[in-house]
């Protein structure tokens, strides 16, 4: 079945670490999108790629990072700076056409202990 | 920069009411509007509207876009417990940046 592959559901990270959340599809999308959610709060957009290779930067890009390499792969690094990463975060996709429906893997719970 | 308003921001309602939620946006190039229900983790798609005036049903939900207004409502019917979650909006536009309202939580309570 076709869909998004997040990876791990639960992340605890240790303040001054950098950590790397896996988003992965076989939905053959060109576009592909991280957001983050606080709780009880909507979804902040931090990064979107419209094609491999490429990548923009969303509202709330700082102290993240991230590389699109292969179409099927856009994993978020999460650096030391960022100073209040303990979130959850999820990551989509859509067609080659922009205005479509976004498809949404199952999320990372990030921590910092 | 493009603009999402979501009202109310939360809301509390018992079995049986009706509920309509708002979607406010500012978006260069206009494709569509989304609308999603969160419960637990990744948001479930329930419409996309790209003609002003048509209503989407969908059992008990129904939606509308307002073109000229930049607006568009979710109606739930005979709200049922079920129904509790984040709704968001998206608007489309002819980039590929999807931003998202801040979402409405509907509380149904039995």
């Known amino acids: 079945d076709g869909g998004i592959t997040q990876s791990p559901k639960y992340l605890f990270r240790k303040e001054g670490q950098n950590v790397t959340l896996s988003c992965e599809q076989n939905l053959n999308h060109d576009a592909m999108y991280w957001y983050r959610q606080d709780p009880g709060q909507g979804l902040r957009l931090i990064y979107y790629?419209?094609?491999?290779?490429?990548?923009q930067k969303g509202d709330i890009a700082e102290g993240y990072s991230v590389s699109r390499e292969k179409k099927e792969s856009f994993p978020l690094t999460v650096t030391s700076a960022q100073k209040n990463p303990t979130a959850f975060y999820l990551c989509a996709s859509t067609a080659d056409r922009p205005g479509t429906e976004a498809f949404f893997g199952q999320g990372t719970r990030l921590t910092v202990v | 920069e493009d603009k999402v308003v979501q009202s109310p921001l939360s809301l509390v309602v018992h079995e049986g009411d009706t509920v309509t939620l708002n979607c406010s946006y500012e978006?260069?190039?206009?494709?569509?509007l989304l609308w999603y229900k969160q419960e637990k983790k990744a948001p479930t798609f329930l419409f996309m509207l790209t003609s002003s005036g048509i209503e989407k049903k969908s059992g008990r939900l129904s939606s509308i876009l307002d073109k000229k207004e930049l607006s568009s409502i979710l109606n739930i019917t005979a709200t049922q417990t079920g129904d509790s979650a984040i709704y968001l909006c998206?608007?489309?536009?002819?980039?590929?940046?999807?931003?998202f309202g801040t979402g409405t939580r509907l509380k149904v309570l039995a």
């Open positions: 998206a608007p489309a536009s002819g980039t590929y940046k999807y931003i």
């Open positions: 978006v260069t190039n206009f494709r569509s």
């Open positions: 790629s419209q094609i491999v290779n490429d990548f």
